[in-house]
């Protein structure tokens, strides 16, 4: 019979004695259970207060992305992600950018959409209309939740509300919307949404079940946009080949779902660096790209009249500085430091602008040489570090293969095995 991952008072034990339990239940090696536990900057006791049942950490390379200038003013920008290629090819479409200027960002103000569903409501017209009636009272209940975030100028600002049809019947939905300054702000709209059913109960008649905010920001946009000189790409015809590229993505779902990935790429990597939700980012993202009912992508590519190539992007940006993991994760803090940003707002800028960047590097490539080659050059590296390379012998092993023009764990063995026995009849 299987061991059973039914562990009654899991939650009670140290991590210690957790990674016990999980050694035995999965066979690992004392040096397996060492690995997981060696924690660096993030200690065990921090991360066991960052979530539930933690017996180590999953550390990520942190990068830096080079060459950024948005709005006239120089970054640094700190890249958490295991995927080889990214931050160089940010960095190189960043240095490209340069040439005209560097990026120029803005955005709307840092507005959150609070979701109330009330149900069986027999009349949920008039009932929109009352509810639309006792806004200022809706939206004074739910300010007093949250007195320092409306002593910073924040808050519920105003209240939406839409009538909607499901397969269980019609349904009245309240929008609060609040003003979230530095905050993503789920803890606050969450906790106002909560704070005003009763109100939203006693209008409609009706049952309110979820009170939950939407990741679907479509009121906290960052927008970015930047020139690519023709020059700077190599010729003209890159530039009508990224506009193709674009064509595409923009006419076939298959394409655009890659499209947007390369650019959640960058977009993701500063998220998680910056000790952010890589999941409100990722949903509000593609669920923006399919708002008109197609998905398309989150990047629009053009060619001006002096025949360069103009790249702008808009997505939905809950990024926050304060609370979370932003304000209490070590490196998270640092990255921020090194980002110098000042407002979540900003931050959320200058991720769009990584956005922008990741995907004209990309479209870049592929509508040249090809993904492949820069990206196995890499690669290569991992492979041969799986190959049992260590050392000096990782570059060199590399090289060969990526020379040769077959990275295969197969061929980096042989590599292995080749220069070892060259080094020993030495
Ligand atoms: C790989 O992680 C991302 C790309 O596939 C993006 C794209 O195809 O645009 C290169």
């Known amino acids: 019979m299987g061991k059973s991952s039914q562990i009654s008072g899991f939650y009670k034990l140290s991590t210690q004695e957790r990674a016990k339990i999980v050694k035995e239940f999965a066979n690992l090696t004392d040096e397996e259970v060492g690995l997981i ?6 200690k065990l006791e921090q991360a066991d207060r960052m979530i539930e049942n933690v017996i180590g950490v999953m550390p990520v390379p942190l990068g830096i992305a080079v060459n950024f200038l948005i709005n006239g003013k120089d970054y640094l920008i ?5 995927e080889p290629s ?16 560097g990026f120029t960002t803005n955005s709307t103000a840092p507005i959150m959409i609070g979701q109330i569903q009330a149900v069986h409501v027999v009349d949920p017209h008039r009932a929109k209309l009352e ?27 105003d209240i939406e509300v839409k009538v909607i049809d499901t397969i269980t019947g019609q349904m009245v939905i309240t929008e609060l919307l609040v003003d979230c300054r530095d905050a993503m702000g789920a803890n606050a709209v969450n906790t106002m949404a909560e704070a005003v059913t009763p109100l939203i109960e006693k209008i409609t008649l009706g049952k309110v079940y979820l009170r939950i905010i939407s990741n679907l920001a ?14 700077a790409l190599g010729g003209e015809e890159v530039v009508d080949g990224i506009i193709e590229a674009y064509a595409f993505a923009a006419a076939d779902p298959y394409r655009c ?19 952010n939700d890589t999941r409100a980012i990722e949903a509000g993202a593609h669920a923006y790209a399919a708002r008109s009912g197609q998905y398309i992508p989150l990047t629009v590519w053009e060619k001006n009249n002096d025949g360069d190539l103009v790249g702008t992007i808009e997505l939905p940006m809950a990024v926050g500085l304060v609370g979370g993991a932003t304000a209490s994760h070590p490196i998270a803090k640092i990255a921020i430091k090194i980002l110098g940003v000042k407002t979540a707002t900003e931050l959320g800028e200058v991720i769009a602008a990584v956005g922008l960047a990741q995907n004209l590097a990309a479209l870049k490539e592929l509508a040249t040489i090809g993904i492949q080659k820069g990206h196995m050059a890499l690669h290569a590296r991992n492979i041969a570090i799986m190959a ?15 020379k040769e023009g077959k990275v295969r764990l197969d061929r980096a063995k042989q590599f292995v095995e080749q220069f070892i026995k060259q080094e020993a009849s030495k």
Do not use: C, W, Y
């Open 37 to 42: 536990r060696a924690t660096g900057a993030l």
């Open 78 to 82: 700190p890249m958490a992600i295991e």
């Open 86 to 101: 990214v931050v160089a090819a940010a960095s190189n479409a960043a240095k490209m950018a340069r040439v005209k200027g």
């Open 131 to 157: 509810i639309l009636s006792a806004k200022e009272e809706i939206i004074k209940k739910a300010n007093e939740q949250d007195p320092i975030l409306v002593s910073l100028g924040g808050g519920a600002k």
């Open 218 to 231: 479509t009121k906290r946009l960052a927008r970015a946009k930047a020139i690519f000189a023709k020059e």
């Open 257 to 275: 779902a890659t499209h947007n990935k390369g650019i959640m790429n960058g977009i993701t990597a500063v998220v998680l660096a910056t000790g």
């Open 388 to 402: 049992g390379a260590t050392g000096e012998l990782i570059d060199k092993v590399a090289e060969a293969l990526a």
